[in-house]
């Protein structure tokens, strides 16, 4: 009877506990779910083109309205002037520009000094109204000047005031765009360029950058050198436009 007694109060025991495990499952199941959906509801980003009202608006025709839009933007340097724009484009757009340029992309050139030699970066390139570059894993670009020094690449029929590039996928690891001068730090002879270190820039679908390299005086800004980092996982595609201070003939 003792021994029944004993197993009796084993299963109980046994009962409770795989009661208890239960019960204990059930509430970390919920709690995962509301902070995974609090943590998902913070990553929501904000829409490109916000309307404000303002007391400031002018008339306007049959096909227009009266509202002022706003394109949030960040100042992430002064030095070289250098602003982020989120969700700039969206997916589908950012997916016609990559299709679009997949099927004619060729080998990327790189602009060489007066009297200089080289060959074609491994990097793919396609030009439609701008630039389309895909990376892949290990590729990068090293650091430099858009702007055009005509004493070192000679006389040009336009200068590239400033730059913006639209990042058209998110990259897994790796791929960031690099400003190894931000701020005047690294301009050594000692800088490593492959160590790829300095305000970083992570690829995101749809976002974009705008930075400039000149100063307003058309001088070239000593820190708007820049870069991709290697990519390390996945594959890199961004869109770049120079900006310049004539009109593309």
């Not at 109980?12 to 998902?40: D, H, K, M, P, R």
């Not at 009266?66 to 002037?81: A, C, H, L």
Request: aromatic share 14%; with cysteine.
């Amino acid at each position: 009877m003792k021994a029944k007694s004993r197993g009796y109060k084993a299963d109980l025991a046994f009962s409770g506990v795989f009661v208890f495990c239960c019960l204990f499952f059930i509430a970390g199941f919920f709690t995962s779910n509301l902070f995974s959906q609090e943590a998902y509801g913070s990553r929501q980003r904000r829409r490109v083109v916000e309307t404000v009202d303002s007391e400031f608006t002018i008339s306007h025709g049959e096909t227009g309205d009266g509202s002022i839009s706003m394109i949030p933007f960040q100042v992430i340097s002064w030095k070289p002037r250098a602003f982020y724009f989120p969700n700039f484009a969206t997916a589908e757009q950012c997916q016609g520009i990559i299709n679009m340029a997949k099927a004619k992309l060729q080998p990327s050139h790189v602009l060489l000094p007066k009297g200089g030699t080289g060959q074609a970066n491994e990097i793919r390139t396609r030009y439609i109204a701008f630039n389309v570059l895909r990376y892949e894993v290990g590729q990068k670009y090293l650091s430099h000047y858009d702007a055009i020094d005509p004493e070192r690449y000679g006389p040009q029929k336009s200068q590239r005031v400033a730059t913006f590039l639209l990042y058209l996928s998110d990259v897994q690891q790796g791929g960031e765009t690099v400003f190894p001068y931000e701020n005047g730090l690294n301009m050594d002879e000692n800088y490593d360029y492959t160590k790829c270190t300095g305000l970083k820039v992570k690829p995101h679908l749809g976002d974009g950058i705008l930075f400039y390299s000149l100063f307003p005086n058309n001088s070239i800004d000593p820190t708007s050198a820049h870069g991709s980092c290697p990519v390390i996982k996945g594959e890199k595609w961004v869109a770049t436009k120079w900006i310049r201070d004539q009109p593309d003939s």
